[in-house]
C-alpha cells in the first residue's frame, strides 16, 4: 500500500505540477549533417549576449537537437564537434518553435589528433529517462576495453565475465546500434574508441518486447584517411594468456571501409564441489568433487562499408564471423550415500570437446528525404552452428566401468528484417514507427549409442512479426514519450526421424511503455512504466537428455509459457548524485525445477517450470565526488524480492556496493583502486552467495597518448567466490565453485589516427539473434 501511494504521489507530482508552461519560452532545434551524413553526439551551447552560459545539449544518433525552455530573447548559439569547424551564430528567438533547419558541419583545416585531459571525470546526463555516461575526454577513456567501461558505470556490473543491469539483468547490447553477436565482442572493443554509452532502463517499442534494458554503445566518428589500432594483452594466473586484437579504417569523403581481427587463448582451472540431497523412498546424499581445467581459443573477423552517396542516402554492408575451441578436461569423485550408509563410489573422467561457428551479414539503407522524413532499412542473415563431443569414462564400486560417449550438434538459420521510420511533426511532437520480420529454422540431435540417455532428433521453426509506433512531445519543461509495441509469433518444434510434433504455439500482444521527464532547475527526473515479456530460450524448451552423471540427467520443458512483465522505474540525478527506484511484477516466471526418475529414486532430473508469481523493489544510489587528484565513485544498491514457491519463501535480500578511486598523477600516470562488494541473495528458487573484491590497476600514456599501457590486478585478495543453493521438493542442490579470480594483466597499445568507424546499421532481430 505504501509503495502504491509512492507511485502515485511521483506520478502526480510530474503531471499535476508541470502541464501548466509559460507563454514566453521556446523550444530550439535543428539537424546537423556532414558530407557524409548526420553528426551525432555535437556539442550545442546557447549562451547570451555576454557570453554567459544558458543551456546545452547534444545532437542524437541522427543529428537532431532540441533544447527547451529557452526565455525569449538574443542569444549566441555555437556548435562545436572535435575534427569540424565550430558554428557560432546570433539569433533572435521570438516564438515557441525555433527551427535552426539543416546545419551543415564542415571539417577542420587543423584537426588535433589527441585532446589532453588531465583531470576529469565521467559526465553522467539523464536525457528522457536515458543515462549518457561521456567517455571521451573522461578517464574512461584509457581504462581499457568496452567491458572497462561498461563496469565504472553506475548501475552496472559484471556477474561471470556477463554484463548485467541493476534491478534488470543481462541487457540487449549494441555498438552503433548494431547488436553484439556476443559479449565478447565488449573485449574486442577498446575504451579509446568509444564516445559515448547510453543506459536505458525503459526501453520503448522500437526495441524488442524482451528487452528488460538496452546499452548503447557510440564510438568515435570516421576521420579522413587510414586509422589504426593494435592492442598485445598478456594475462597471468596460474596459466598464462594472451589476447590480440587489429582494427584498420579509411574514410575518404563519403566512403568507408573497416575491418578487424581478435583472438584470444586462455587455459584456466576451477574447483568444483557440489552435494545433491534426494529425501525420497531412501535419503540420497551425492557429494561431488568436480575439479577442471580448460581451454579456450577464439577467432574473429569482420569488415566492411559504410558508403554515403549523397547527403541524403547511405547503405552499407558489414560481415562477421567467429569460431571457437573450447577443451574441458575433468577427473571427478562421486562418494554417495542412502539412508547415510555407504552406497557407492564413482570415479570419472570426462573430456568435452565444444566448436561453435557463427556468421554474421548485416545490411543497411538510410535515407533523409527531408528535415522531417528518415527511414531506415536493416536486413540480417545469421548462421549458428555447434557441435559438443563428451566422452566419459566411470569407474564404479558397485556398477563397475563404463564409457559412456555423447555428441550432440544444433544448426540455425536466421532471416531478419526492419523498418524503421522518423516523422518529425514539427509542433505537434515527434513520430517513431515501423515493422520487422524474423524467421528461424533449427534441427539437431543428441545421441549415445549404448543407451545411457535417450537420443533425439529435433527441428525448431519460429516465424515472428512485429509493429510498433513512440510518440515524443514536449510540453514546456515535461517531456513525454509513449508508444506501444504488436507482436505476433508462431513456434513449431517437432521430435524423431517422423517429426513428431511436440510444440505448437501461437503467441500475441501488445507491449505498451510510457516516459515522463522534467528538470527542475539543476534535478531531472524520469517517472516510466512499460510491459514486457520473456519468452523460454531454445535450451529451455529442447526436450533433449543431457547427460551430467549417472544420477542427475538436465533437460527442457516445451510446454514452458513465456513470462510476462511489469515495470514502473524512476530515476533522478542531480549534480554528483544519482537516484534510481523501480519495482516489477513478474506473471509465470522461468525457473529451474528437480523431478525424480520414474524408474529409480536416486536419479533425477534437472529442468525448467513456470512458477506463479515473482515481485520485487530495487533501490540505487551513486554519488561522485574530486578533490585534487583524487577522483572518486561510490555506489550502493538494494533488491527486495518477494517470491513464494511451494510455501518455501525466496526473499532474501540483495546488498552490492562498489567503491571506485582514480588518482591522476604526473607523467601522464593514473592509479586506480577499486572495491566491490556482493551480498549472499535470492534470484527465483537460486539463492546466490556473495563476495567481496579489490582491484588494482595503473596506466601510463606516451608519445602524446598514441601509446599507452595497461597494468591490471583483478581480485588481488582472491576473494571472489560463486556458489548456488536451490531447494526444490526434496531436492537440495548446494554447489560452490572457485575460478582464477586473482589475475595479472599487462596490455599495450598503439592507436594513429584515432577512429572508430561509426557503422550505422542495426540489427533486425536483436533478442533472437541473443537466443540462438
Known amino acids: 500500500m505504501a509503495l502504491n501511494k509512492y ?47 544558458v543551456d546545452g545539449t547534444t545532437s542524437d544518433n541522427v543529428g537532431n537537437f532540441s533544447l527547451i525552455n529557452i526565455p525569449y530573447g538574443k542569444y549566441i548559439i555555437k556548435i562545436s564537434f572535435l575534427g569540424y569547424e565550430t558554428i557560432v551564430s546570433t539569433h533572435y528567438i521570438d516564438k515557441q518553435m525555433y527551427d535552426m533547419g539543416r546545419l ?15 583531470a576529469s571525470r565521467p559526465i553522467y546526463a539523464l536525457e528522457n529517462g536515458v543515462l549518457i555516461t561521456n567517455v571521451e575526454g573522461t578517464l574512461l577513456n584509457s581504462i581499457g576495453s568496452a567491458s572497462d567501461v561498461l563496469e565504472k558505470i553506475p548501475g552496472i556490473n559484471m556477474k561471470e565475465g556477463i554484463v548485467n543491469v541493476f534491478g534488470k539483468g543481462v541487457p540487449i547490447i549494441y555498438i552503433n546500434h548494431r547488436k553484439c553477436m556476443d ?25 524488442d518486447a524482451e528487452g528488460k534494458a538496452v546499452l548503447i554503445i557510440n564510438t568515435k566518428k ?4 587510414l586509422s589504426i589500432q593494435l592492442s598485445e594483452t598478456l594475462e597471468q594466473s596460474i596459466y598464462l594468456g594472451d589476447e590480440e586484437n587489429l582494427s584498420l579504417s579509411y574514410g575518404n569523403k563519403g566512403l568507408s571501409l573497416f575491418a578487424s581481427f581478435y583472438h584470444c587463448y586462455e587455459k584456466k582451472k576451477v574447483d568444483e564441489n557440489t552435494l545433491y540431497t534426494i529425501n525420497a523412498d531412501t535419503l540420497w546424499k551425492q557429494e ?48 554417495i550415500t542412502a539412508n547415510d550408509l555407504f552406497y557407492d563410489d564413482v570415479k570419472s573422467l570426462y573430456t568435452i570437446n565444444d566448436d561453435p561457428k557463427r556468421h554474421l551479414l548485416n545490411a543497411f539503407y538510410q535515407g533523409v528525404f527531408n528535415d522531417n522524413f528518415i527511414l531506415q532499412f536493416d536486413f540480417d542473415y545469421l548462421k549458428n552452428k555447434t557441435q559438443s563431443i563428451q566422452h566419459t569414462d566411470e569407474q564404479s564400486y558397485i556398477t563397475g566401468n563404463r564409457i559412456v560417449e555423447t555428441d550432440s550438434y544444433s544448426l540455425f538459420d536466421l532471416y531478419a528484417g526492419k523498418l524503421t521510420i522518423d516523422y518529425d511533426m514539427k509542433n505537434i511532437g515527434k513520430l517513431q514507427f515501423g515493422a520487422e520480420f524474423n524467421n528461424i529454422r533449427g534441427n539437431g540431435y543428441y545421441f549415445n549409442e549404448d543407451g545411457y540417455v535417450k537420443n533425439n532428433i529435433y527441428t525448431n521453426h519460429e516465424n515472428k512479426a512485429a509493429g510498433f509506433i513512440n510518440y515524443q512531445k514536449v510540453f514546456g519543461k515535461l517531456e513525454l514519450a509513449a508508444g506501444v509495441r504488436y507482436e505476433y509469433s508462431k513456434e513449431l518444434s517437432t521430435e524423431g526421424i517422423q517429426k513428431i510434433e511436440k510444440v505448437n504455439k501461437r503467441y500475441h500482444d501488445f507491449y505498451p511503455n510510457i516516459t515522463l521527464a522534467r528538470e527542475f532547475g539543476l534535478i531531472r527526473m524520469a517517472l516510466s512504466a512499460n510491459r514486457k515479456t520473456k519468452r523460454p530460450s531454445f535450451v529451455q524448451l529442447n526436450n533433449n537428455n543431457v547427460y551430467v552423471n549417472r544420477f542427475l540427467t538436465q533437460k527442457g520443458n516445451p510446454y514452458l509459457e513465456k513470462e510476462g512483465i511489469y515495470e514502473i522505474n524512476y530515476q533522478m540525478i542531480y549534480r554528483f548524485l544519482n537516484i534510481g527506484l523501480g519495482y516489477t511484477f513478474v506473471k509465470k516466471p522461468i525457473s529451474y525445477t528437480f523431478e525424480s526418475d520414474p524408474i529409480t529414486s536416486a536419479e533425477s532430473i534437472l529442468s525448467y517450470k513456470n512458477y506463479q508469481k515473482y515481485q520485487k523493489v530495487d533501490f540505487l544510489i551513486s ?21 513464494d514457491m511451494e510455501q518455501k519463501l525466496k526473499n532474501r535480500t540483495d546488498f552490492s556496493c562498489s567503491f571506485y578511486n582514480d588518482f591522476v598523477l604526473p607523467c601522464d600516470f593514473i592509479f586506480s583502486l577499486n572495491y ?20 588494482f590497476r595503473l596506466r601510463k600514456s606516451f608519445f602524446n597518448k598514441s601509446l599507452e599501457l595497461n597494468f591490471f590486478v583483478h581480485d588481488i585478495f582472491d576473494g571472489v567466490k560463486e556458489g548456488t543453493i536451490m531447494n526444490v521438493g526434496n531436492f537440495i542442490f548446494d554447489q560452490d565453485r572457485k575460478r582464477e579470480s586473482r589475475t595479472f594483466s599487462l596490455s599495450i597499445r598503439y592507436k594513429f589516427n584515432n577512429s572508430k568507424k561509426n557503422y550505422r546499421g542495426q540489427n533486425a532481430a536483436q533478442d533472437d539473434i541473443n537466443r540462438l
Do not use: C
Open 7 to 53: 507511485i502515485f504521489f511521483i506520478t502526480f507530482l510530474f503531471i499535476g505540477l508541470n502541464l501548466y508552461s509559460q507563454n514566453q519560452v521556446s523550444m530550439v532545434k535543428g539537424l546537423l549533417m556532414d558530407d557524409s551524413g548526420p553528426v551525432a553526439f555535437a556539442n550545442i551551447l546557447v549562451m547570451d549576449i555576454d557570453s554567459a552560459f
Open 104 to 118: 551543415l558541419l564542415h571539417p577542420s583545416s587543423v584537426f588535433m589528433k589527441e585532446v589532453v585531459v588531465t
Open 183 to 207: 559479449q565478447k565482442e565488449l573485449e574486442r572493443l577498446q575504451s579509446s574508441e568509444i564516445e559515448s554509452v547510453e543506459l536505458i532502463k525503459n526501453p520503448g517499442s522500437r526495441y
Open 222 to 225: 570516421t576521420v579522413s584517411g
Open 288 to 335: 561431488i568433487k568436480f575439479p577442471y581445467k580448460y581451454k579456450f581459443a577464439n577467432y574473429n573477423f569482420s569488415g566492411g562499408f559504410d558508403w554515403s552517396v549523397n547527403d541524403r542516402h547511405s547503405f552499407g554492408v558489414q560481415y562477421q564471423t567467429s569460431f571457437s575451441e573450447t577443451r574441458n578436461k575433468v577427473r571427478s569423485t562421486q562418494f
Open 623 to 643: 554519488a561522485n565526488y574530486s578533490l585534487g587528484i583524487w577522483k572518486s565513485e561510490i555506489t550502493g544498491g538494494i533488491i527486495q524480492p518477494f517470491f
Open 676 to 695: 566491490s562488494y556482493q551480498s549472499r541473495y535470492n534470484s527465483y528458487i537460486e539463492q546466490l552467495k556473495g563476495f567481496n573484491r579489490v582491484d
